[in-house]
């Protein structure tokens, strides 16, 4: 497991990403994934990822969506951003509302990882109750306080989480 979290470091930290996150929300339920973060650590957040070079926020999102879930999405309003920081990571995150188009749904991969070094364990649609019962410092800090689904809908502006820099 030592390994993965060295993987992670080297692929994701030292740098400053930009990333793009989805919330689908379908039945009442917002689309979920499971991340394995090495040392029997889990992290809970919707589809997203890093975006590319010369491709848009909505043209990430769109591919993220795709290779870790199957569905194929229309991007709507943004929600909100944030910003995490604990060294090695820093991520800038932009938080879309999002809606599928077609595609069913399948537990997709990285393509930045060999695929003994994939991340995604789970992807499903979880009511508020099971995203509260999630460990917060096993889901994204956004989950942490929701009460209902209206409470993702008012998301606004910009939300800054750990922001710890060792100088």
Not at 21 to 48: A, Q, R, S, T
Not at 53 to 72: C, D, H, I, M, V
Not at 115 to 143: C, G, P, S, Y
Request: glycine share 8%; proline share 4%; net charge negative.
């Amino acid at each position: 497991m030592q390994h993965l979290e060295t993987e992670i470091n080297e692929k994701f930290g030292g740098r400053l990403r930009t990333r793009v996150n989805g919330v689908l929300i379908l039945e009442d339920k917002i689309l979920m994934i499971k991340h394995l973060m090495g040392n029997g650590k889990y992290f809970w957040n919707v589809p997203g990822g890093g975006m590319d070079y010369q491709s848009t926020a909505p043209e990430n999102l769109k591919r993220e969506f795709l290779e870790e879930t199957g569905l194929a999405v229309q991007v709507g309003s943004l929600l909100t951003v944030t910003e995490f920081l604990k060294p090695p990571l820093h991520a800038v995150e932009l938080f879309f509302e999002v809606h599928k188009e077609s595609g069913e749904l399948t537990k997709g991969m990285d393509p930045e990882l060999p695929d003994h070094t994939q991340l995604i364990e789970d992807v499903r649609f979880m009511d508020i109750t099971e995203i509260n019962q999630i460990a917060h410092d096993e889901k994204h800090h956004l989950f942490w306080k929701i009460k209902s689904l209206n409470d993702i809908r008012i998301w606004k502006g910009y939300f800054n989480f750990e922001n710890k820099c060792i100088k």
